[in-house]
């Protein structure tokens, strides 16, 4: 994804969906009740372009749904409002979500008359038996054409995984990612399930058919799929689901709903090269490492929880994390302090 970008977000939640997957709840996801009109598609470019233009990258983004299954004279009342507001110059750029069996050479063909810019597929997982138990309704085949075809067609590609979904592991989430990555995509976004009150998985769950994928189960898997994704050249561009009032006020009754998802999964990371820094480290030590000057809060760890980890594992006296010359990732022992 480019660096600045100012996303106009219009939510068309279950619009289009031809199944009901078992995680799935858009509204309460979103926190969207309503779906988007034509109107509600003028009015919120209007509002945008009131604004001052800051120099990013205006772009219309329709969330949620399968925008590209919704019904043609519906579709395309809503694609007509956006190339609109391009045509006037009020925003840059369109993207749309869908499903990989609702594209195909017509559809894309369609996309590109209205100036659609980006389609994101919901992959979510490249495992025939995860996305039968979850109730997808489409197979990794698909998942693979549509991504072909979108690249074909000249869109940019972004694909959506999930981890922990029924059916699922640590394994089968990596052979994911590497599949996702052979499709050479622009962006991912990874969503840990998180149990939603009133979907089929929450049932699932109450009924003991479905283990809850944690917080730290989701942070252990996702620390290691982020450096695969990174070291192929593929951004990461969301990771956890976006915070919303329902989520946090108890619409999300269990799995891996945390507002602050990826900065626990970057912590992670850094505390697993750490721990391959320090492995000959002699106990009794008092050790400072150096991190970049944005990574300090990632290094220590949410609560310093980096710092009482690598303390006690290693037995350390003390231990500083200060800012050095470094890339971001990247971790040096700035000094060591034998007991």
């Not at 043609?72 to 925003?91: S, V």
């Not at 979500?97 to 597929?121: C, F, M, W």
Request: charged share 25%.
């Amino acid at each position: 994804m480019r660096a600045r970008e100012e996303i106009i977000p219009v939510f068309v939640p279950h619009l289009g969906c031809p199944y009901h997957c078992v995680f799935c709840d858009q509204r309460r996801i979103s926190g969207q009740t309503e779906a988007a009109t034509a109107r509600t598609v003028r009015e919120a470019i209007q509002k945008a372009a009131a604004l001052p233009r800051t120099g990013a990258k205006r772009q219309l983004a329709f969330y949620g749904g399968s925008f590209t299954a919704i019904p043609l004279p519906e579709q395309e009342a809503l694609l007509a409002e956006a190339k609109a507001g391009l045509d006037r110059g009020e925003i840059d750029a369109v993207r749309l979500s869908t499903r990989p069996d609702a594209v195909d050479e017509a559809v894309l063909e369609r996309l590109k008359r209205y100036g659609v810019e980006t389609v994101e597929l919901g992959a979510q997982s490249m495992d025939e038996e995860v996305l039968r138990l979850s109730g997808r309704g489409h197979t990794a085949r698909a998942v693979e054409t549509a991504s072909r075809l979108v690249k074909a067609a000249g869109f940019r590609l972004i694909l959506q995984m999930m981890t922990g979904l029924p059916g699922d592991s640590p394994e089968k989430d990596l052979e994911t990612a590497r599949r996702l990555i052979a499709l050479k995509p622009d962006g991912v976004r990874i969503y840990p399930t998180v149990i939603v009150r009133g979907t089929a998985l929450y049932e699932l769950w109450k009924a003991g058919c479905y283990r809850e994928h944690s917080v730290e189960q989701a942070v252990e898997v996702c620390a290691r799929l982020l450096p695969l994704f990174e070291e192929a050249g593929v951004p990461v561009i969301r990771l956890g689901l976006n915070p919303t009032e329902e989520l946090s006020g108890g619409q999300a009754a269990g799995g891996a709903y945390h507002p602050a998802l990826g900065e626990l999964v970057r912590s992670r990371i850094w505390l697993e090269k750490a721990r391959t820094l320090l492995a000959e480290t002699e106990p009794g030590s008092a050790v400072v490492l150096g991190a970049a000057p944005g990574q300090i809060s990632q290094a220590v760890g949410q609560h310093r929880e980096n710092i009482r980890r690598l303390c006690a594992e290693f037995a350390l006296s003390e231990l500083k994390i200060r800012p050095a010359a470094l890339k971001n990732g990247e971790i040096s022992v700035i000094s060591v302090e034998k007991a």
